[in-house]
């Protein structure tokens, strides 16, 4: 019986392209079944996505994310998204099994990243979020997400390059009982969560390896490093 890739967005920045392409090897390194991984690069969708630049955003994949469902044609099978700032350290099948048929999004709800407003890396600005009804600002839950694209039939590009920032990356868009939960394992926020062994995914939202000193000893940055070496290799004459 055919078997459709399972689809993996990435966040492609042209400040970072080390980021990306690491990133997108840890998962076919690793992964047990067919993967399809595509870079979202704005330069691509500029023909029908013409959204201004937002001096609050810090990269430019900031709000493009949300296209993911309409990049699917809004089917039913699950599409995964992630920063590129991220690795992957388990087999992305096990996120994959994780899939409800029922929720427009599953993400990490467990998340209570509150920075103040200031900077990150390379001087990108660092925005808080007001916090909501509910108790939580919901800040990074869209960093990594598994859409369910048949469920979010609203977000069109025209409705992604309209809305405020903070009504896409708050769910504003998504009914309550179609968004999801996964386990914080599947996004691990590097210097905000403590190590963690088991973590699957983790996340270098406040700057990671690939720039420079100044980040070289954070968590998981071994692990960064060894994955681009294996990235880098290839087999010479023996």
């Not at 916090?131 to 369910?148: C, I, P, Q, V, Y």
């Not at 179609?178 to 995914?201: C, F, N, S, T």
Request: hydrophobic share 40%.
């Amino acid at each position: 019986m055919p078997h459709s890739p399972l689809q993996v967005f990435i966040g492609y920045d042209p400040v970072e392209p080390v980021a990306y392409h690491v990133l997108a090897h840890s998962i076919i390194r690793q992964s047990s079944i067919p993967v399809s991984i595509t870079p979202v690069a704005l330069q691509h969708f500029s023909f029908f996505y013409k959204r201004a630049w937002d001096k609050k955003q810090s990269n430019e994949f900031a709000f493009s994310r949300f296209l993911v469902p309409h990049l699917c044609g809004f089917g039913a099978a699950p599409a995964i998204w992630m920063d590129a700032d991220m690795l992957v350290r388990c087999d992305i099948a096990e996120l994959s099994a994780l899939h409800d048929r029922r929720r427009a999004v599953q993400v990490v709800q467990s998340i209570d990243f509150r920075p103040d407003d200031g900077t990150k890396y390379l001087g990108r600005p660092q925005s808080a979020y007001p916090e909501l009804e509910d108790g939580t600002t919901r800040k990074l839950w869209s960093a990594m997400m598994m859409f369910t694209p048949r469920w979010c039939w609203n977000l069109t590009p025209k409705y992604v390059q309209s809305m405020p920032g903070l009504a896409l990356h708050q769910f504003d868009w998504c009914e309550k009982n179609r968004l999801g939960e996964l386990d914080g394992v599947w996004q691990h926020v590097v210097g905000h969560d403590p190590y963690d062994a088991g973590a699957k995914i983790v996340h270098w939202t406040l700057g990671g390896p690939w720039f420079g000193e100044k980040y070289a000893g954070v968590d998981y940055a071994d692990e960064w490093r060894e994955e681009y070496a294996r990235m880098t290799f290839a087999e010479t004459e023996k």
